[in-house]
């Protein structure tokens, strides 16, 4: 049976660092999780949070000339405008340096401790400080971290051991019994592989520096970090106080966390969690890693992407729309600026933009006074209907496994079905036609609960987007309040008040100049008059010879037969090597403006489809002489 609760964590951020793009990504995926169970009418708890122990945090903090405790009140504060920016809901935000977490840090120890599997070693390993973890000679990599390949320094001290040899077992049966516990599948096998391995005791104490919580029976030594860490999750619902809310929200529903700490919290965790008579966490999930126009985002090579950036340049809703939607959950992305202003112009511009704009204008221009009926909806209006009941039904499942891109490549699906129902039905001749009215206010009708309907979709998405939809639409309500279960088709509001302006919900971005390329994107939806096409001269050409244009890793530039020869350079690098294309007769718009991109003149915009790296130019099936006009 579910429970009427949902708890989700995010990991809590080390306060060495300045957010960045891969701490927004987790917490905009946690925050669509919890925006989504609050649909669902469940109590939700959502949490982040800083952790603000440990080695790393005290020497960064040296390093700033700072103590711990200012460098971490700092970088909160960074952390609390970024969530806010992001319309972050989280329902609380733990500090490692509360009191009430070492209380539970404590108490924690106390319970393994108590069950003996807590007992006092002496210590001799590799540690690796930035991973805040040892390693033994064997699993060091060319006598460097394993992990992230940095240096490691060999220590020796007295320390407190888990006996986390004894759970080798424990876990793997545990995994196999709750087959859905570490996600995605891929990860799952690397975890059971690591544990079949054989487990050896873990250290968790520290004696050498004092940046920590105090081990309750020996206050030399502070807890190992990530024990006092993992822990949080715990704190952050009142244990050990208040056990009501622990009954309320224990087990958590779900962690989520980057790939590189799975094993913290898929071995470690579940581990101490046992030793303590507690119950496990539910499920873990590792999503994959985000890289800067393919390489690895970090200091030294200054692409590290500040989320608040890209909150300036490109709005909240954008951001977090891209975040999910470019790459499947648990996958490695990619992050680039064109990318983001694709994803823009192509699905929220183009697509959603259009549909919204379309159905708005006609339904205020048509409806003035707001009143719609359902009327006698035809097959077509049937079949949206269904369609929009199928996506929710989906939508439901996409997000009850994280899946989020699953999640929002359906509700696009309905979008393109939507829009295509505009371009067949040509609503704006039914306007025409008083003898049309009642179909019109039909059609109407069902584009403008169609939108309604994906207003809630979308708001776990993007929350203030799906909000200013919902007001154009004229709903009065506001979007928060909206539930899954009470969502029905036919409800649309008897009055829409419709807003005094209709406003561009989702504006196209432009590239800057020296970024734009000479790949055609063909819009699918706006309509435009024959002479308007008559002005384009599209004309076929032969490829003679192609190069790669040097510093530019996407151009090429071809020299081409178009009844006369000419240069065109074309954004298509990374879908053809230039051989492949020499010979090919494809098509370019022959009458642009030459412009010069990389200081080569191009004279010709070559036609293509496509997102790199998998742009297809377009051919011709046959042989035609060079320059033949396209009609
Ligand atoms: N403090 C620990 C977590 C303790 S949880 C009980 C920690 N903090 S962290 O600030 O270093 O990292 C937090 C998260 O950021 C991790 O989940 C990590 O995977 C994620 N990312 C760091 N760089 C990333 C990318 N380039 N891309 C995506 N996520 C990345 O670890």
Redesign the pocket.
Known sequence: MSKNSFYVTT????VN?RP????A??TVAADVLARFHRLEGEEVFFLTGT?EHGKKVEQAAQEQQLNAVELANNQVIEFKNLWSALSISNDAFIRTTEERHARAVRELWRRVAGKGEIYLGEYEDWYCTPCETYWTQMQLKDGRCPDCGRPVEKLKEASYFFRLSRYQEKLLQFYKENPHFIQPESRRNEVIRFVESGLRDLSISRAGFHWGIPVPENPKHVVYVWFD??A?YLTAIGFPKDSQKVNKFWPADIHL?????LR?HAIYWPAFLMAAGLPLPKKIFA????TVEGQK?SKSLRNVVNPLDLVARYGTDVTRYFLLREVPFGLDGDYSEKAIRERNNSDLANNLGNLVQRTLTLAQRNFPEGILKKGEPAESEQKIQSQGEAVLRQLRQDLSEVAFHKALIGIWGWVDSLNRYIDQIQPWFLAKDPNQRVRLETVLYTLLESLRFIAVTLFPFMPGAAQRLWKQLGVSQSIDTARWSELRWGELPEKLAWPDKLENLFPRMEAPMEEKEEVAVVSQNSQIELSDFKKVELRTVKVLAAKRVPEADKLLELRVDAGEERTVVAGIATSYSPENLVGKTIVIVSNLKPRKLKGIESQGMVLAVGEAPNVKVLTVDGEVPPGTRVK
């Open positions: 990991p809590i951020y080390y660092d960045h793009i891969g701490h990504y987790t952790d860490a993992l949080n966390v980057g790939k590189d700490i913290f999503h994959g890693w985000w985002m």
